[in-house]
């Protein structure tokens, strides 16, 4: 919203010195954001005149058109200048900058020769004097405005100071001089006066402007019309109207327009002006009928939607309501009956249409933000008055006002909860004070007030809004920056604990945090080949998900986490591990809806507990995928595949970091290979599966095959206690290998757990170092390597007892497995 300083002391009380720099602190005092602040008498130095057109030569044989032309700037002499525009003719009254002037952006102005003559100046437009954005002519000043040789910095606005405001949607009052000059009276104290008591109503006999029907009352509340006849199609806008819609941005189009664009920054009430002899029978305010069209003013063909609210004659639509008019019924140069309308649309519906057909425009920029209902025969009196006056027209003493408007909702409020809200003691006459500044209606009863807002403050519903009004025009300066004194921590948990530790532990084993969206759909769960009846199908699924085709929040981190290795191997990474740790969400069945809380207050207790029981389960789990090579391959020899073993790999890192111990057997699991799948456990829980994942998967997601993954619930995972802390003997260790042999179906796993167990105290690590299958071994026959490490605590063990414990080891597995040495 774009305003000049002396548009605003037209309805407010402003301080005589009142400059630019006050002007802004004035503004942020009460909550209006300043954009941008011009002094447009600073922007345009040395001589700036008002020029009349002598005469005007075409230039031929050139590229472009260019204009030889006499201007009489108050001189003995014309001066000659070229202008490339032509929407100007001679007799015309211009800008001109003469030889000496600087122009927005540091443009000197000098007399040159150009287009083999001396041009003396330039006959500027709007952009570059910097009053408007209109670039496609220069600027034409209305014939009576001026004389040659007057200075024209303050015709064309140049002696203004103009404001640009952003102006919040809660705040839609504001898109207007009416609206801005109140909150200028309540920042500093002068006297307001209000635009629209100032206009004398139209005093119909009874009889209507123009027949209308509104069909549907929610979506128009409000229609006012009057009829202006007789107007002189020829009569131009007056300049100081033209000058001030330049200054807000909009470009002069024709009087009736330019008149109701002018009430429109004036008093925020958006008007559509029709030529009467174009429409044929009632308007009728309604919904659009599916497949019903209409050519906007901007050319534009636009196949209609049900919901849109459109006003209709006897022909059909002839304007999208509240947003733009359509072209058979437009004022045009011959334009000569003119009927006035202001309406008050539904803000919501505006929005929609907007939106649905990219059509955004001043009123419907207003209107969705929320429009004063009751000032729209104000503006229509307005309006008419300013056309019968510079138009020449008559206006009828018919009057249309189609009326359903709902009064606001009063709202209720105790006189202390501005001082709870901010901590700052106000007086309950400080508070009345305030409430009626800004037009409401108090009644009050002890400390409870029955507040009415006022018709132009729609953000007005909740007693929130009312203190917020109190402190904001009390002055936010007054309320203290006080920081609150932060209770003594207990550091982390030991969840928190242990879930920073794994994900320390995966990185340093190479694999890379992926953070990804928690969402998921019904395709990723049949790519994965998830059973019907499998828990993780029971997604929660959201109201308005960001995607249509993953409504759902997650069960499992595999599905965005295979997503996630899927983009990085299309963007030319052949070798990826990458480890998710978050949550996952688990329902037990439908989530009831628990009403919303009230804002007065902060929830109960009983109220936190009401909205935690309706939540799902929210475990925390830990996910790993990797495909390619586990070990690169290089001048030392070929590379390694990852294969399902360094998805348990990675499990065991999980299981380490965590403190707890891992028991890993074959399983079979959706979405792994059921030959390369591996149930992870704690005890006699599963707590997790790895291994490789099934080949009709990696089809179905487009991964490589052999991809592998991993996924723990680490909340299924027991917090360990106190940790001590083993003897670190400084004895040397005493290795031996040891080859058992099995049967081909018997788990390395479970072998190497009974070797653990046979060997004793002083058995420091197992680990398994080779597996071998070969006819000498016997069909069914495998055989597994393990490298046992031996040491004392308090003395260097001999040859002797390091076999009689590796003897011990053996003994067990042959027992349990029926293994043999291997060689024996």
């Known amino acids: 919203m774009r305003v000049s300083l002396s548009w605003l002391r037209e309805h407010v009380d402003l301080p005589a010195d009142l400059d630019g720099d006050g002007l802004e602190k004035a503004l942020v005092k009460v909550g209006l954001e300043v954009e941008e602040l011009t002094d447009a008498a600073a922007s345009v130095t040395g001589p700036l005149v008002v020029g009349r057109v002598e005469s005007i030569e075409e230039l031929t044989g050139l590229k472009k058109p260019i204009r030889f032309c006499l201007v009489d700037v108050g001189n003995e002499q014309p001066q000659g200048i070229i202008c490339g525009a032509r929407n100007f003719a001679e007799g015309d009254l211009v800008v001109v900058a003469l030889p000496g002037a600087v122009l927005p952006g540091g443009f000197a102005i000098s007399a040159r020769k150009t287009y083999g003559h001396v041009s003396n100046g330039m006959i500027c437009s709007g952009q570059e004097l910097g009053v408007s954005d209109d670039h496609d002519g220069i600027i034409v000043l209305a014939a009576d405005s001026a004389k040659p040789g007057d200075e024209a910095r303050p015709i064309v606005g140049l002696d203004d100071v103009v404001v640009e405001i952003n102006i919040t949607p809660d705040r839609g009052y504001c898109f207007s001089v009416r609206g801005i000059a109140r909150e200028l009276s309540h920042s500093l104290g002068g006297a307001y006066r209000d635009p629209v008591a100032a206009v004398v109503p139209l005093e119909g006999d009874g009889s209507e402007a123009y027949p209308i029907e509104v069909l549907d009352s929610v979506a128009c509340d409000r229609f006012t019309a009057v009829a202006v006849r007789g107007v002189d199609p020829a009569a131009p806008t007056p300049q100081w109207i033209r000058t001030r819609l330049a200054t807000a941005g909009i470009r002069s189009i024709s009087l009736p327009v330019d008149i109701t664009n002018y009430v429109m920054i004036e008093m925020g009430q958006p008007m559509h002006a029709w030529d009467l002899g174009r429409l044929t029978g009632p308007l009728v305010v309604r919904r659009a009928r599916a497949g019903e069209k209409l050519t906007t003013l901007d050319g534009v063909n636009r196949v209609l939607d049900p919901e849109d609210i459109v006003i209709a004659d006897s022909t059909g639509v002839v304007s999208l309501a509240a947003v733009m008019g359509g072209t058979t019924t437009e004022v045009s140069p011959g334009t000569v009956d003119v009927l006035l309308e ?124 009312l203190a917020e009004e109190v402190l904001r025009l009390d002055g936010y300066d007054r309320i203290p920056s006080v920081l609150p004194i932060a209770p003594p921590g207990r550091g982390l948990t030991a969840t928190q604990r242990r879930r920073r530790t794994v994900g320390r532990a995966l990185a340093d084993a190479g694999y890379v945090e992926s953070l990804c969206w928690p969402f998921v759909g019904e395709a990723a769960l049949d790519a994965m080949r998830i059973p019907a009846d499998d828990e993780r199908r029971n997604a929660l699924l959201l109201r308005n998900p960001l995607s249509d085709e993953e409504p759902g929040l997650r069960t499992t981190l595999l599905p965005p986490l295979l997503a996630a290795l899927r983009r990085n191997l299309g963007r030319g990474l052949r070798d990826v591990a990458l480890f998710e740790i978050g949550t996952v969400f688990r329902p037990d069945g439908p989530l009831a809806v628990f009403p919303a809380p009230g804002v007065d207050g902060p929830p109960s207790a009983e109220e936190f507990a009401a909205v935690e029981a309706l939540l799902p389960r929210q475990p925390w789990h830990v996910a790993t995928v990797i495909a390619g090579e586990a070990d690169p391959a290089g001048w030392w020899g070929g590379g390694r595949a990852a294969d399902w073993a360094d998805a348990v790999e990675s499990a065991k890192v999980v299981a380490a970091a965590a403190g707890v111990e891992l028991t890993v057997r074959a399983a079979a699991e959706a979405p792994w290979h059921p030959g390369r799948c591996a149930a992870l456990l704690v005890g006699d829980t599963v707590v997790g599966h790895a291994g490789e994942l099934h080949p009709a998967v990696c089809a179905d997601l487009d991964l490589p095959r052999r991809t592998v993954a991993m996924e723990i619930d680490l909340d299924a995972l027991p917090i360990p206690g106190v940790w001590i802390a083993p003897r670190l003997s400084t004895f040397p260790t005493a290795l031996i290998d040891v080859a058992v042999v099995v049967g081909a179906d018997t788990a390395a796993g479970e072998v190497e757990a009974a070797l653990a167990e046979g060997a004793g105290p002083m058995l420091e690590s197992v680990r398994l170092f080779d597996v071998y299958s070969g006819a000498q071994l016997g069909e069914g026959r495998k055989s597994l390597a393990y490298k046992l490490t031996f040491r004392a605590p308090d003395r260097t063990l001999t040859g002797e007892e390091a076999l009689a414990a590796r003897d011990a080891a053996v003994a067990v597995a042959a027992e349990r497995f029926g293994a043999v040495l291997r060689g024996a």
């Open 342 to 465: 202001a309406a008050h649309w539904d803000p919501r519906s505006v929005a929609r249409t907007i939106r649905r057909h990219k059509l955004p425009s001043e009123a419907g920029k207003r209107y969705e933000r929320g429009v004063d209902p009751q000032i729209t025969a104000a503006a229509c009196a307005r309006a008419a008055a300013l056309l019968a006056e510079h138009g020449g027209g008559t206006i009828s003493t018919g009057v249309t006002d189609v009326y359903a408007v709902v009064p606001p909702q009063p709202v209720t409020m105790t006189v202390q909860r501005p001082s709870q809200l901010a901590g700052v003691d106000y007086s309950p006459e400080r508070v009345l004070e305030i409430l009626a500044m800004i037009g409401t209606q108090v009644v009050a009863d002890g400390d409870l007030l029955t507040v009415t807002p006022p018709t132009w403050r729609h953000d007005l519903n909740d007693p929130a809004d």
